[in-house]
C-alpha cells in the first residue's frame, strides 16, 4: 500500500513539473529584441511621425499644384418694390414681389511666383521626412540597446545565483561533516551552530538573489511590451560573451566611421537644414506673388416685377494678380532675422551634440578596453579560487584545515564570482553602448 501511494505521489509530481515546464518558454537575446521593436510604444510613435511627414511631402501641400474650387449659391427673395417715374403713368408699387438670384462658378488658380518659398517649402518637407527616417533609426537603436542591456543583467544575476548555490553546496557539506564528526566525538555543539547560521545566511542571500531576478526579468518584460508574468514563464539561458573587436581604427567595426553615422546626429544636423529652408521661406515673404486665374462664371437673377425681369450672364474669365508687400511695420525683417538667429542655434545644438557623442564614445571605450584586459586576470583568480575551494574542502574533512580555512576560502571564492561576472556585465554595457553610438547594433 504503501508502495502504490508513493507510485501516485510520484507522477503527479512528474504530471506537475511537465505542465510547468510547458508553460514556460526560452527567451533568447534575439526574440526579445525583436518583440521590443514590434510592441514597443515609443517607436509606434516615431514609426506615426514618419508616416505624417511621408503624407505631407508633397508637391500639393507645398503649394505648387493648381487649386480647383466650386462655388454655388441660390437666394429667394421676397420684397416690395416702389419705383417712380417722369411719366406718373408707370410707377409701380407691389408687396410679395418674388426674386430669384443664382451665381455659380468654376475657379482654378496657380502660383506662379513667390520668392521660390514654394521650392523652399518642398525642400523642408522633404528633410523632415528625412529627420523623422534618422529618428526611428535612432529609436530602434535606443532600444535594441535598452533591451540588450536589461536581457545581460538578468544573466548576470542568474550567474551571481550560480556563485551562492556553489557555496551553497560547500557549506552543506562542511555541515554534513560537523554532523559525522559530532557522531563520534570529535565535534562541538559550536562547530554545529556556526555551520547552521553560515548555511541560513546563505540560503537567505540565494532568497534575496532570486527576488532580484524576478525584479530584473519585469524590467526586461515592461521594457520588451509583454504582459505576461516573465518572471515565472520565461527561462533565460545565455552567457556574457563580448566582442573585442571594437576599435577606433579604420575597418569593419571602426567607431570612428560609425559615430559619424549616429542617427541621432544626422537628424540633429538636417535640423539645421530644415531651419535654413525656414529662413528661405520667410525671406520669400518680402517678394512679390503673382498667381494665375481662370474658370468659368454663371450668374442669373429674376424677379416678378422691376426695371429687370432677368438677368443672365454667362462665360469663361482668365485673370492674374500680382501681390506686392511694401510695408508692413518692419516684421517681415524681424522675422527673417528670427530665422537665422533660429538656424544658427540648431548649428551650435548639433556642433555640442557632436562633442558629447564623442567624449562619451571614448570615455566608454576605456571602460570597454579596461575590462577586457581584466578579464584574463579575474578569470584566473576565478578558476584559482575555485581549485582553493575544493582543496580546501578536501582538507578539512580529512581533518587538516579549520572552519574558518574554509570560510575564507568560500568569501575569497564568492567575492571572485561576483567580481568576474561584474566585470564581464560591464564590458557588455561598454560594447552595446559603443555599438549603439556608433550605429553597429544588430537585431
Do not use: H
Amino acid at each position: 500500500m504503501q508502495k502504490l501511494t508513493s507510485f501516485f505521489l510520484i507522477a503527479s509530481w512528474l504530471l506537475l513539473s511537465s505542465g510547468q515546464l510547458a508553460a514556460q518558454k526560452t527567451l533568447t537575446l534575439t526574440d526579445a529584441v525583436k518583440t521590443a521593436l514590434q510592441n514597443s510604444y515609443d517607436i509606434q510613435l516615431v514609426e506615426n511621425n514618419l508616416a505624417i511627414s511621408k503624407n505631407n511631402n508633397d508637391y500639393g501641400v507645398a503649394g505648387a499644384l493648381p487649386t480647383l474650387t466650386a462655388t454655388s449659391s441660390n437666394n429667394k427673395s421676397v420684397s416690395t418694390i416702389q419705383q417712380q417715374f417722369a411719366d406718373p403713368s408707370r410707377n409701380t408699387t407691389k408687396t410679395g414681389v418674388d426674386g430669384n438670384t443664382l451665381t455659380a462658378g468654376l475657379t482654378a488658380s496657380i502660383i506662379i511666383f513667390n520668392g521660390y518659398r514654394i521650392m523652399a517649402y518642398k525642400d523642408r518637407l522633404a528633410m523632415i521626412e528625412k529627420q523623422n527616417g534618422f529618428l526611428l533609426q535612432s529609436q530602434l537603436q535606443n532600444t535594441a540597446a535598452q533591451v540588450m542591456q536589461q536581457y545581460y543583467n538578468v544573466v548576470r544575476q542568474q550567474a551571481y545565483l550560480k556563485t551562492i548555490e556553489k557555496s551553497i553546496e560547500a557549506s552543506q557539506q562542511r555541515l554534513d561533516i560537523v554532523k559525522t564528526r559530532q557522531q563520534i566525538g570529535v565535534a562541538n555543539q559550536t562547530d554545529i551552530l556556526q555551520s547552521n547560521i553560515d548555511l541560513n545566511a546563505l540560503l537567505q542571500a540565494k532568497q534575496n538573489q532570486l527576488l532580484i531576478i524576478a525584479q530584473a526579468k519585469t524590467d526586461l518584460a515592461r521594457t520588451i511590451n509583454n504582459n505576461e508574468d516573465i518572471s515565472s514563464s520565461i527561462i533565460i539561458n545565455d552567457t556574457i560573451s563580448i566582442d573585442n573587436q571594437l576599435s577606433f581604427d579604420k575597418g569593419a567595426n571602426s567607431i570612428t566611421i560609425g559615430l559619424n553615422n549616429n542617427p541621432q546626429l544626422a537628424a540633429l544636423s538636417t535640423q539645421v537644414k530644415i531651419n535654413q529652408q525656414l529662413e528661405k521661406e520667410t525671406k520669400a515673404l518680402m517678394y512679390p506673388t503673382l498667381r494665375a486665374s481662370t474658370g468659368y462664371n454663371v450668374n442669373s437673377s429674376s424677379s416678378a416685377a422691376g426695371f429687370s425681369l432677368l438677368n443672365e450672364t454667362q462665360g469663361p474669365f482668365l485673370g492674374v494678380n500680382l501681390s506686392i508687400p511694401l510695408y508692413g511695420g518692419g516684421a517681415a525683417k524681424k522675422t527673417v532675422s528670427n530665422a537665422r538667429i533660429s538656424s544658427k542655434n540648431a548649428e551650435l545644438q548639433a556642433q555640442s551634440l557632436s562633442k558629447d557623442i564623442f567624449t562619451n564614445a571614448y570615455k566608454t571605450f576605456d571602460s570597454y578596453k579596461n575590462s577586457i584586459e581584466q578579464l584574463p586576470i579575474e578569470t584566473d583568480n576565478y578558476s584559482m579560487t575555485q581549485a582553493l575551494l575544493n582543496l580546501v574542502m578536501q582538507k578539512y574533512q580529512l581533518g587538516q584545515a579549520t572552519m574558518v580555512d574554509v570560510k575564507q576560502a568560500q568569501q575569497s571564492f564568492e567575492t571572485a564570482g561576483f567580481r568576474l561576472v561584474s566585470l564581464k556585465y560591464t564590458a557588455k554595457v561598454a560594447e552595446i553602448e559603443l555599438k549603439r553610438i556608433s550605429n553597429q547594433l544588430k537585431f
